[in-house]
T-cell receptor, first 111, second 110 residues
Framework: DTAVSQTPKYLVTQMGNDKSIKCEQN?????MYWYKQDSKKFLKIMFS???????INETVPNRFSPKSPDKAHLNLHINSLELGDSAVYFCASSLRAYEQYFGPGTRLTVT | RKEVEQDPGPFNVPEGATVAFNCTYS??????FFWYRQDCRKEPKLLMS???SGNEDGRFTAQLNRASQYISLLIRDSKLSDSATYLCAVNSPGTYKYIFGTGTRLKVLA
């Protein structure tokens, strides 16, 4: 059974489009995260939800909007995609502030 | 000074060698530390937590040096399959946020 899953795995789209990435975890964790890993492999936190409440909101363009319908799900919607949004987006989950477990990533390419 | 720093490497070592990486952090109040392993085009996978007293898991040993503000990862008897990028993660005190290092690349050579 996959612990943290993301869909889609690959996303190729044109500039200006709107897209969503979905994440689900079956670990019973109460905290979920979105990270962006750019071409230089730097893994940067974007958002985090604890029990459906937004607790981390880093300096991210407001074109990015996370949503957590319940503790097991965290989605990321991106409006008006730009070339610089191309990256791998990882979802992760944890129990409170303990170790995090990552999903397989969504490789986003904006053309 | 960056919040979390790692030597990017690569560290090229022969099979069977012992290799150690360090990860320095700037916030002396940080309490939680982890090592992750990331293979090419894959997600980071938790390797081990780092406890104050140090901890060992098979060929891997993690240590915390609070005075000098760094954590270390020692790999003994390196295997080809250990080739990967090793990321450290340091908690931002009082938050659920972890700062990741940029990773140290290890290549184990036959």
């Amino acid at each position: 059974d996959t612990a943290v899953s993301q869909t889609p795995k690959y996303l190729v789209t044109q500039m200006g489009n709107d897209k969503s990435i979905k994440c689900e975890q079956n670990l019973g964790h109460d905290t979920m995260y979105w990270y962006k890993q750019d071409s230089k492999k730097f893994l940067k936190i974007m958002f985090s939800y604890n029990n459906k409440e937004l607790i981390i909101n880093e300096t991210v363009p407001n074109r990015f909007s996370p949503k957590s319908p319940d503790k097991a799900h965290l989605n990321l919607h991106i409006n008006s995609l730009e070339l610089g949004d191309s990256a791998v987006y990882f979802c992760a989950s944890s129990l409170r502030a303990y170790e995090q477990y990552f999903g397989p990533g969504t490789r986003l390419t904006v053309t | 000074r960056k919040e979390v720093e790692q030597d990017p490497g690569p560290f090229n070592v022969p099979e069977g060698a012992t290799v150690a990486f360090n990860c320095t952090y700037s916030n002396s109040a940080s309490q939680s530390f982890f090592w992750y392993r990331q293979d090419c085009r894959k997600e980071p996978k938790l390797l081990m937590s780092v406890y104050s007293s140090g901890n060992e898991d098979g060929r891997f040993t993690a240590q915390l040096n609070r005075a000098s503000q760094y954590i270390s990862l020692l790999i003994r008897d390196s295997k080809l399959s250990d080739s990967a990028t090793y990321l450290c993660a340091v908690n931002s005190p009082g938050t659920y946020k972890y700062i990741f290092g940029t990773g140290t690349r290890l290549k184990v050579l036959a």
